[in-house]
């Protein structure tokens, strides 16, 4: 039904940037967030950024090194990481809740993840 797919992810040294993407794809009537989240070895997952229509919310530990951006034509979301630290380090998943389109499950909502991208910081 939705598809949600990451790229961007990569080894980068600390300091340096990457520019993670994620498009949603698929029967969506409407979204109402979306966001990144990342699970680091022996972790929890944890919110990194999310974005509505109208707000963004950071994790204290990336504000002001990370921003999130979206383009709503495109149902696309992105993560700019700057000022990169090892301990960015982790598997980086895109998250969409959304509302369905399909005629069984017409205005339904649904909460849909990406496979994850890898963002590698050494030091």
């Known amino acids: 039904q939705v598809q949600l797919v990451e790229s961007g992810g990569g080894l980068v040294q600390a300091g340096g940037s990457l520019r993670l993407s994620c498009a949603a794809s698929g029967s969506i009537l409407s979204i109402n967030t979306m966001g990144w989240y990342r699970q680091a070895p022996g972790k929890q997952r944890e919110l990194v950024a999310i974005?509505?229509?109208?707000?963004?919310n950071y994790a204290d530990s990336v504000k002001g090194r990370f921003t999130i951006s979206r383009d709503f034509a495109k149902n696309t979301v992105y993560l700019q990481m700057n000022s990169l630290k090892p301990e960015d380090t982790a598997v980086y998943l895109c998250n969409a809740e959304l509302l369905l389109a399909t005629f069984t499950s017409w205005g339904k909502r649904g909460d849909y993840w990406g496979q994850g991208t890898q963002v590698t910081v050494s030091s």
């Open positions: 974005i509505s229509s109208s707000t963004t």
